[in-house]
């Protein structure tokens, strides 16, 4: 992009002179390259996860309802770019709105495989699909409608290690694909909820990996499911974080540091998942700040909280060894508070999150998962809508800003030089930027009235990069 596509303002903030890269947005409008990709009469949802398959020629997908969300998604389907061909890989006969749904799916970096939610299968509208009601299911896209259940979920004490009693939501393979990460709400503190009135339904975070299966008793009700992998949490929640203090009781928008793992100062390799986890302010407010939780090898072991499983009245714990760092500090500030799914860079030397500037507008900021002081990479006037995104070579992030794609270079050119705006300023939202595996296309979701239709439909579009 040359000079000319850009007008630089200089403005005085509290005596500062800020150099406003927010008015070099104000450049002319690009040409809208986008492609529209699918054109049925139903939600073809990407949902913020990675949908290019490993080869980059197919974007798996949901068809979730405007009713019934994720419990209502009947299918998991996916279509080829070049053609426009859509092959279902996973069906659910007689769906209802109450579930069991089947959604929020993401290809495997290198297999040929997809994993998503998946609710109990004996759903009702007396018992429908929640939170707390599901596992992650994965299906090979050549052997579609065999599924392999990842997680198991035993709620019958004694509970089983390498089980879950509740649901698991969000899940994000690792480079690697040897482990995948999750959130997750507890089917048993949720009864407990509903009996005391006590907040104790709180979301954390966990891991799988193919330690070995986990065969689990079968009830009656079909809420007990074995699984092909270990599960355990990883992030200890607390009802009533200590103001001031670094306990959370929400932990969640969460994601892979690196290839699921970064450099520590002592050089060594350290598998983390970086997160939002909700503080309590001195003044007790709750703030969500950006955290890191690092996770050992062997997860079959006992932490110093009690036991992975957990108890009847107590949430699984986290295994030995490990440890979870808060990173920003922002609950004392003026305008306090991170937001959006927190994304590393594939090399694992930035988080990039979303924060208010000095103006309290959105921006994205980016920080070491060692540590240290944030930098503040962006400065739209009317801010950062979210989908922050990588590019695969870890130099370009993609976002949304003014219902439009915005291409940010991290380094290397003058910072008025830096900014690309790929789609026009518009008046419909756009959402669920992914980034191919060459780092040459975008995919996301655009809201389309076909013509002579009584409501739109979520559509998958493409867009070229480079």
């Known amino acids: 992009?040359?000079?000319?596509?850009?007008?630089?303002?200089?403005?005085?903030?509290?005596?500062?002179?800020?150099?406003?890269?927010?008015?070099?947005?104000?450049?002319?409008?690009?040409?809208?390259?986008?492609?529209?990709?699918?054109?049925?009469?139903?939600?073809?949802?990407?949902?913020?996860?990675?949908?290019?398959?490993?080869?980059?020629?197919?974007?798996?997908?949901?068809?979730?309802?405007?009713?019934?969300?994720?419990?209502?998604?009947?299918?998991?389907?996916?279509?080829?770019?070049?053609?426009?061909?859509?092959?279902?890989?996973?069906?659910?006969?007689?769906?209802?709105?109450?579930?069991?749904?089947?959604?929020?799916?993401?290809?495997?970096?290198?297999?040929?495989?997809?994993?998503?939610?998946?609710?109990?299968?004996?759903?009702s509208e007396k018992n429908p699909y929640q939170q707390w009601k599901r596992t992650g299911v994965i299906v090979e896209d050549r052997r579609p409608e065999v599924a392999i259940r990842m997680d198991a979920r035993d709620v019958t004490f004694p509970f089983t290690p390498?089980?879950?009693?509740?649901?698991?939501?969000?899940?994000?393979?690792?480079?690697?694909?040897?482990?995948?990460?999750f959130t997750y709400n507890d089917a048993l503190m949720k009864a407990i909820e509903d009996s005391t009135g006590e907040k104790v339904n709180l979301r954390t975070i966990g891991v799988s990996t193919p330690l070995h299966p986990v065969a689990v008793d079968h009830d009656g009700d079909g809420e007990n499911v074995s699984g092909a992998w270990y599960s355990v949490l990883v992030v200890r929640v607390v009802p009533r974080p200590e103001p001031g203090s670094d306990e959370i009781s929400n932990a969640a928008s969460d994601s892979w540091v690196g290839d699921g793992s970064y450099r520590t100062r002592e050089g060594r390799k350290q598998r983390a998942r970086a997160f939002l986890g909700t503080v309590r302010s001195k003044s007790n407010q709750p703030v969500d700040e950006l955290f890191v939780v690092e996770i050992p090898d062997a997860i079959d072991q006992p932490g110093e909280f009690g036991p992975l499983e957990g108890t009847p009245r107590t949430f699984p714990m986290p295994p030995r060894g490990t440890v979870q760092r808060r990173l920003t500090f922002t609950a004392e500030t003026a305008h306090p508070g991170c937001k959006g799914i927190v994304r590393s860079?594939?090399?694992?030397?930035?988080?990039?999150?979303?924060?208010a500037d000095s103006r309290g507008v959105s921006q994205v900021f980016l920080i070491s998962p060692q540590g240290g002081s944030p930098r503040q990479v962006t400065e739209h006037p009317t801010g950062v809508q979210g989908s922050v995104r990588w590019s695969p070579d870890s130099r370009s992030i993609g976002y949304l800003s003014e219902n439009?794609?915005?291409?940010?270079?991290?380094?290397?050119?003058?910072?008025?030089?830096?900014?690309?705006?790929?789609?026009?300023?518009?008046?419909?939202?756009?959402?669920?930027?992914?980034?191919s595996p060459d780092g040459a296309t975008i995919a996301f979701n655009r809201q389309v009235k076909a013509e002579g239709a009584d409501r739109a439909w979520q559509q998958i579009f493409i867009l070229p990069v480079k």
């Open 404 to 435: 439009s794609i915005v291409l940010c270079r991290i380094s290397g050119e003058p910072f008025e030089r830096r900014f690309r705006r790929l789609t026009p300023v518009g008046r419909e939202p756009l959402a669920n930027l992914v980034w």
């Open 345 to 355: 860079s594939p090399d694992g030397q930035w988080i990039a999150y979303l924060a």
């Open 162 to 181: 390498g089980a879950l009693r509740g649901g698991t939501h969000r899940h994000d393979w690792s480079r690697d694909g040897k482990w995948v990460g």
């Open 1 to 123: 992009m040359n000079d000319r596509s850009f007008r630089v303002s200089a403005l005085f903030w509290n005596g500062t002179l800020l150099l406003m890269a927010a008015n070099a947005f104000l450049y002319s409008q690009p040409a809208d390259r986008a492609v529209q990709l699918t054109r049925g009469a139903y939600n073809h949802d990407l949902d913020n996860n990675d949908n290019f398959s490993p080869d980059g020629k197919w974007l798996v997908y949901d068809t979730r309802t405007g009713a019934g969300g994720i419990g209502g998604s009947p299918s998991v389907e996916r279509v080829h770019i070049a053609t426009g061909k859509v092959e279902v890989l996973f069906s659910i006969k007689d769906n209802h709105p109450y579930g069991p749904g089947a959604g929020a799916v993401s290809y495997h970096p290198s297999a040929n495989q997809v994993i998503f939610i998946h609710g109990l299968p004996f759903c």
